[in-house]
């Protein structure tokens, strides 16, 4: 070991005098080191085995310091004065290993994360480079990296609590049997040829390992029921049931837990109390779906050192999906509620007999987020008052759901929104006051976003000046739809250039395509694809087909600053939806439209093409691509998807709209929704009510619009 690390004293004066550290060049890895109580000797020789064996310029530091001690504390303050540590997180409490690494694990956007109990420390200047080729080079599945072990019985650690139940009830449970020495455990009825299950628990030890970032973000990890016991075996298993897998790389250049264990040590009640026999649990009961949550927490998590403000709390169900998020962006979250007690509403029967609003602030307490919220109790459409014009970046309207009351919360709350921020609200489906005030006040200016949330559309103030796009419009042997769409409608040309790419074989159909374009203003590009072939049901010209689209677009991308492609089948409601495109798309890298998402194994073809090209992606359990009827692509990834020539290599069987998309993802271009234009595949087209902020619809045609909408009135009748 290196002589520097031997006494803590003279590490700290030889790192006092070194240089400032140089920039940080995009690093691959965001190193945490986690340190306990006041043994600054440990620190020392954790941290400083990093800063002595690794190139600053590949990595981050983040150190977390529970019940930090103040020599510890000097330490490590001086190390960030000197530009040595990214971030510092103190604790004068000991919140317990796994709380704090949540916290440490927050705001980490690097490919991958390597951590450190501060008993661990690098013994070798290749552990480093080493690890990153190993990641680098591994299957996509392939998502945690250390020196792995195994206990044969849950009994070997679990201290008498039930582990198995634990995992069956986990949120990260995929439905794969935990191991067991009983047939069928981890799905094993012969292992080794012994006529039992498998009942090894394999974990990697938890004092050193290299994980990919995105597999934490999936798992959410670590568990928020986790304290400090277990949690090596837990995340190892967690991997498991998503079908991933670890890799056995052994110490690697690392000496690892080369210290006793300190503080409370391993005990029954600690492991008792995460598996939560006697812990204390939030009372959040309530009224919120996880597809409502998962859009809660994804526009929360877009707001950075905001204001976040929630109308009608009751116990917290809703705001608690997003305190971790807002605690880690920095934003201020508001809780505004007068907690009534209603006597005509069964729902709120248990005020009688409990202060629902003392529940809501100890729930707080148990979730570690007490200091995280500031609450007003009063009237919410009052509590407005509290807060400037253009201050506010989300709001989340649930509070009396009468329409005199949600009307009142609009009217109070909407000028005090951000430009560019959000209105969401609760029960759009279940209370008919919410959905008369909203009609009321925003008609035709929210949509439904999950469950039962609805949210208000941005307010784009007429076209981006300077902004230039067109809308690119490929047609074959579907003229008689280009006609009934797009033909005799003047105004759809007046701000927009419409380019028709005529890709029929039949020379009878080019010239009738030929004379619409004419008649109509529209720009004609006749395709010459050779050979042409036979367009079959079963697609066997596809490869031709996306050679066809991908090659108009790049076209296109050269001589505007936004391309919206569209099918024949897609109807323009009103012509100034393209507005939309502009403010999403003028000076930005990205791909807008209506996102779907595809079980990853359905086009695991597609990744393992890319990967014999080069290209890694990292891949979850779905695959996000954006529908193909109406998507809008900017000057900006067209210059990368055309650099990329990813269309010269094979890539039949993939329709257009997945494949540009999956592109798209390889190469890191952002993925935008988009609000006034809808894309479905034909059995999945929404309610006709929930669509009315559309300007542009696909699959649909004018003809199919009346019939549809006929339909919804008799429907509607009958009702």
Not at 15 to 28: G, N
Not at 77 to 105: T, V
Not at 353 to 361: L, P, T, W
């Amino acid at each position: 070991m290196h002589d520097t690390f031997t006494h803590f004293k003279d590490f700290l004066s030889i790192q006092a005098m070194s240089e400032s550290t140089p920039s940080l060049i995009h690093p691959r890895v965001t190193i945490c080191v986690l340190t306990y109580g006041n043994y600054p000797a440990l620190a020392g020789q954790s941290i400083g085995s990093i800063l002595h064996f690794c190139d600053r310029h590949l990595y981050r530091l983040i150190v977390g310091a529970n019940a930090v001690g103040d020599t510890t504390r000097t330490y490590l303050e001086n190390l960030q004065e000197l530009g040595k540590i990214d971030r510092l997180y103190f604790s004068d409490a000991n919140l317990n290993k796994c709380p704090m690494m949540r916290r440490m694990f927050e705001e980490i956007d690097t490919d991958y994360i390597w951590w450190f109990d501060d008993d661990s420390f690098i013994e070798e200047a290749s552990a480093l480079c080493l690890r990153l080729d190993w990641a680098d080079t591994a299957l996509a599945d392939e998502v945690l990296w250390g020196h792995v072990f195994f206990f044969g019985h849950e009994r070997d650690f679990s201290y008498g609590t039930d582990v198995v139940g634990f995992v069956k009830n986990a949120y990260w449970y995929g439905g794969m049997k935990p191991p067991s020495w009983a047939p069928g455990g981890k799905g094993e009825f012969d292992f080794e040829g012994k006529g039992c299950g498998d009942g090894r628990w394999f974990f990697v030890t938890g004092g050193n390992w290299w994980v990919r970032t995105h597999a934490i973000r999936q798992l959410d990890w670590p568990d928020r029921n986790l304290i400090k016991r277990n949690d090596d075996v837990f995340l190892c298993e967690a991997i498991r049931q998503q079908g991933w897998t670890f890799k056995d790389i052994g110490p690697a250049g690392v000496a690892i837990n080369t210290q006793p264990r300190r503080g409370e040590g391993e005990n029954i009640a600690t492991m008792e109390l995460q598996m939560s026999r006697h812990q204390e649990q939030p009372d959040l009961g309530g009224w919120f779906f996880p597809e409502e949550a998962a859009v809660y927490k994804r526009l929360a998590s877009r707001v950075k050192r905001g204001i976040i403000v929630e109308l009608g709390v009751w116990k917290g169900k809703s705001i608690s999906e997003i305190l971790d998020i807002c605690w880690a962006n920095k934003n201020e979250v508001v809780a505004v509620d007068l907690w009534p007690l209603d006597p005509n509403d069964e729902y709120f029967a248990e005020a009688h007999h409990k202060d629902i609003y003392q529940v809501f602030v100890r729930n707080l307490e148990l979730l570690g987020h007490r200091d995280t919220v500031r609450i007003i109790r009063e009237d919410t459409a009052h509590a407005a008052s509290y807060f400037e014009d253009n201050s506010v970046d989300l709001v989340f309207v649930d509070a009396d759901h009468s329409h005199e009351a949600v009307r009142r919360d609009l009217l109070a709350w909407i000028p005090k929104i951000r430009k560019n921020g959000v209105l969401l609200g609760h029960d759009y489906i279940w209370k008919e006051g919410v959905r008369t005030a909203l009609e009321e006040v925003l008609p035709h200016k929210f949509k439904l976003v999950g469950g039962s949330l609805w949210q208000m559309l941005p307010s784009w103030e007429g076209p981006l000046p300077g902004s230039r796009g067109c809308v690119f419009l490929p047609t074959f042997q579907d003229t008689e739809l280009l006609i009934e769409n797009y033909a005799g409608r003047p105004e759809l040309t007046r701000e927009i250039d419409l380019h028709v790419y005529d890709d029929n074989f039949n020379p009878d159909e080019q010239g009738r395509v030929k004379e619409l374009c004419k008649e109509n203003g529209w720009f004609y590009h006749h395709y010459e694809r050779a050979p042409h072939g036979e367009w079959t049901d079963d697609y066997h010209d596809l490869q031709g087909f996306n050679r066809f689209i991908w090659d108009g677009l790049i076209a296109l991308g050269e001589h505007y600053d936004f391309v919206i492609k569209m099918d024949t089948d897609a109807y323009i409601l009103e012509p100034d939806f393209y507005q939309e495109f502009a403010h999403i798309l003028t000076g930005k890298t990205a791909l807008a439209g209506t996102p779907e998402y595809r079980p990853t194994q359905d086009v695991m073809g597609f990744w393992s093409l890319a990967e014999s090209y080069g290209y890694s992606y990292p891949l979850g359990d779905w695959i996000p691509h954006m529908q193909g009827g109406i998507y809008g692509l900017s000057k900006g990834a067209l210059i990368m998807l055309k650099e990329m020539e990813f269309m010269q290599g094979r890539h039949a069987y993939f329709v257009e709209d997945g494949y540009i998309s999956y592109c798209c993802l390889l190469i890191g271009i952002e993925f935008v929704e988009v609000n006034y234009s809808g894309s479905w595949w034909h059995p999945y087209r929404p309610q006709l009510e929930h669509l009315c902020h559309l300007k542009a619809i696909h699959p649909l045609s004018k003809s199919s619009l009346e019939e549809w909408k006929r339909l919804a009135v008799v429907e509607k009748k009958s009702q």
